[in-house]
């Protein structure tokens, strides 16, 4: 009864990794100390920069906004190595999780392919998708471990496409 849930939880979770990926990586990977310093900077140099006359101290101004370009560049050029950084962390996320979630599943579809989720009475007939409902179980009037999988990944990607 236990491999139900597993299998359900599973399969959803693989639906749902790249969205996990998105609400965990900023958690992950955040701005750096530099940008985080240049912003900062850029913020303070701005006000100092809203405090002098242009008209009265042109030269102190045009210094003061080129040392906020200046600045700016050297922000655009960190996020930059933040942003390589960032697609690294995202990419190694996602796709590591998957592959964990991948091998987690066939570890299961592997040690219980001849398993049963559920069993019928009698009064049920599969017929003519019988045969593959519950392959490789070959029990009759049952719902097999891989076809369990199958199902749940399919309904568990449909609702992830849905869900925003």
Not at 53 to 58: G, L
Not at 59 to 67: A, S, W
Not at 128 to 157: D, T
């Given at each position: 009864?236990?491999?139900?849930?597993?299998?359900?939880?599973?399969?959803?979770?693989?639906?749902?990794?790249?969205?996990?990926?998105?609400?965990?990586?900023?958690?992950?990977?955040?701005?750096?100390?530099?940008?985080k310093s240049l912003k900062?900077?850029?913020?303070?140099?701005?006000?100092?920069?809203?405090?002098?006359?242009?008209?009265?101290?042109?030269?102190?101004?045009?210094?003061?906004?080129?040392?906020?370009?200046?600045?700016?560049?050297?922000?655009?050029?960190?996020?930059?190595?933040?942003?390589?950084?960032?697609?690294?962390?995202?990419?190694?996320?996602?796709?590591?999780?998957?592959?964990?979630?991948?091998?987690?599943?066939?570890?299961?579809?592997?040690?219980?392919?001849?398993?049963?989720?559920?069993?019928?009475?009698?009064?049920?007939?599969?017929?003519?998708?019988?045969?593959?409902?519950?392959?490789?179980?070959?029990?009759?009037?049952?719902?097999?471990?891989?076809?369990?999988?199958?199902?749940?990944?399919?309904?568990?990607?449909?609702?992830?496409?849905?869900?925003?």
């Amino acid at each position: 009864m236990y491999l139900i849930f597993v299998i359900s939880i599973l399969c959803l979770l693989m639906a749902f990794t790249s969205k996990i990926t998105k609400t965990v990586l900023p958690f992950v990977c955040g701005d750096s100390s530099e940008v985080k310093s240049l912003k900062k900077e850029i913020s303070q140099l701005r006000a100092d920069l809203a405090k002098i006359s242009m008209r009265d101290e042109y030269i102190k101004y045009v210094k003061c906004e080129r040392t906020v370009v200046a600045y700016e560049t050297k922000l655009n050029e960190a996020k930059g190595r933040d942003n390589v950084k960032r697609v690294v962390y995202e990419y190694a996320i996602h796709y590591g999780g998957m592959a964990v979630l991948a091998l987690c599943m066939m570890y299961i579809s592997f040690s219980y392919r001849y398993s049963t989720i559920i069993v019928f009475g009698s009064n049920f007939n599969f017929e003519p998708f019988g045969g593959l409902i519950n392959f490789p179980a070959k029990v009759p009037n049952s719902i097999s471990v891989v076809f369990w999988i199958v199902v749940n990944n399919f309904v568990a990607r449909t609702i992830a496409g849905y869900v925003k």
